[in-house]
């Protein structure tokens, strides 16, 4: 068996930038109920008819792999975690590889939502260290702002979502102790829905009662999206924000406590956590239940608001570029998200 390590990161984020009181101008918020409940400032959004989740994950791509000093010839597997992908269906695993033009790979796509890109970092870890393959792309993009309600009926959700892609290369080490120590993947879909994105979907209301969604009696056609959806705008994703806010901030301690226990370290071993960006209240609570200093947790909400599956690895690869990710450091990434989704890493860096 081989250890593997994250050998290359790369982050992309759109050139525009959106800020709370951008946000004013069409729906009934303030930049102060903003930054006081979710500390996000400002965050980027795509540019429409040129950028997509495709798109930005294979510019975040191409700097990770250039960073593992391999070139785009030697990736031999793509894991793409997204949940606003560019179609329904193929994944956008396929369409980055087009882009990269490295056809013939296999190529993943997963949809663990806010948790993905740990999901994804722990298949990597699987498939390097049976040693199947040896440069694994894994990609976490999302373009939530082409699936947004701007209304004010969508302000709880709209205002924290932002725009971005973030890329890390995976590999085997042969440097004793070092890599990726151990991931811990965990689920539980009682509570789906409340947050999520539900139409369009094959659901005709089996999971929540019919009468809600309003799909016509017809066996045949008409499930996925239905004139009632459009005309009630029940087409946006929705957030239960107070009872996601208490889950988050059980689960990503317990997940985070799973992982160093595993491997004998505490709390104040940890050089850096990176938390999913899911919000600034969720990532300071976390913080002061585990007792960690300000200089052990990295935060990058406030720039780039939730970018879901891109958040871990942008606030990674900007941490790194930064210095906070040294040789020998103790790196632990938390992810919580719809599903419910939780996750976490250790990595001797
Ligand atoms: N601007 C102004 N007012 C708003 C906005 C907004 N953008 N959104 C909601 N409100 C209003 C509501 O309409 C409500 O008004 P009312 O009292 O007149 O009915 C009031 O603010 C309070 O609404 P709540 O939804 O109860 O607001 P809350 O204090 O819970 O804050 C928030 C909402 C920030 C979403 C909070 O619940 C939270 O932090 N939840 C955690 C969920 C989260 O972070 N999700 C991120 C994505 S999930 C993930 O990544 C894990």
Redesign the pocket.
């Known amino acids: 068996m081989f250890q593997s390590k994250i050998a290359g990161i790369g982050f992309y984020v759109p050139e525009k930038v959106v800020t709370n009181d951008d946000?004013t101008k069409m729906?009934?918020?303030?930049d102060e109920?903003?930054q006081e409940?979710?500390g996000i400032k400002e965050r980027r959004y795509g540019q429409k008819h040129k950028e997509t989740t495709a798109t930005m994950g294979a510019e975040a791509a191409k700097i990770a792999v250039k960073r593992a000093g391999i070139t785009l010839d030697d990736v031999d597997f793509i894991i793409f975690a997204t949940l606003s992908p560019d179609y329904f269906f193929p994944g956008c695993g396929v369409l980055m590889q087009r882009i990269l033009g490295i056809n013939g790979i296999g190529a993943l796509d997963i949809r663990n939502?806010?948790s993905g890109f740990v999901y994804g970092l722990s298949i990597a870890d699987q498939f390097v260290k049976t040693g199947m393959y040896k440069n694994v792309l894994l990609v976490g993009s999302e373009f939530h702002s082409a699936g947004l309600d701007f209304s004010?009926k969508g302000?709880?959700?709209?205002?924290?979502?932002g725009d971005g892609a973030g890329a890390a290369i995976i590999q085997p080490t042969k440097e004793e102790g070092k890599g990726i120590l151990s991931t811990h993947l965990h689920a539980d879909g009682e509570h789906a829905e409340k947050?999520a994105y539900i139409n369009p979907g094959c659901h005709t209301g089996v999971h929540l009662g019919k009468e809600q969604f309003g799909y016509p009696e017809d066996e045949y056609g008409g499930a996925f999206l239905t004139e009632k959806m459009f005309k009630e705008q029940d087409i946006f994703p929705n957030?239960?924000?107070?009872?996601?806010?208490k889950f988050?901030v059980t689960k990503f301690p317990e997940v985070i406590g799973e992982a160093l226990q595993k491997n004998g370290y505490k709390p104040e071993d940890i050089d850096l956590l990176v938390p999913?960006?899911?919000?600034l209240?969720?990532s300071q609570f976390v913080q002061r239940r585990l007792r960690l200093r300000d200089d052990q947790v990295w935060n990058n909400i406030q720039k780039y608001g939730?970018t879901?599956a891109a958040?871990i690895p942008i606030a990674l690869c900007e941490a790194w570029e930064a210095g906070k990710v040294k040789d020998g450091d103790l790196i632990c990434l938390a992810?919580?998200?719809?599903g419910?989704t939780w996750a976490s890493a250790l990595i001797r860096w």
Do not use: E, K, P, Y
Request: aromatic letters at 14%; one cysteine or more; charged letters at 10%.
């Open positions: 946000l729906m009934d918020t303030s109920w903003i409940r979710t939502q806010c004010t302000r709880n959700v709209t205002v924290i979502f947050l957030m239960d924000g107070q009872f996601v806010f988050a999913h960006q899911a919000n209240r969720i939730n879901t958040s992810a919580f998200g719809s419910f």
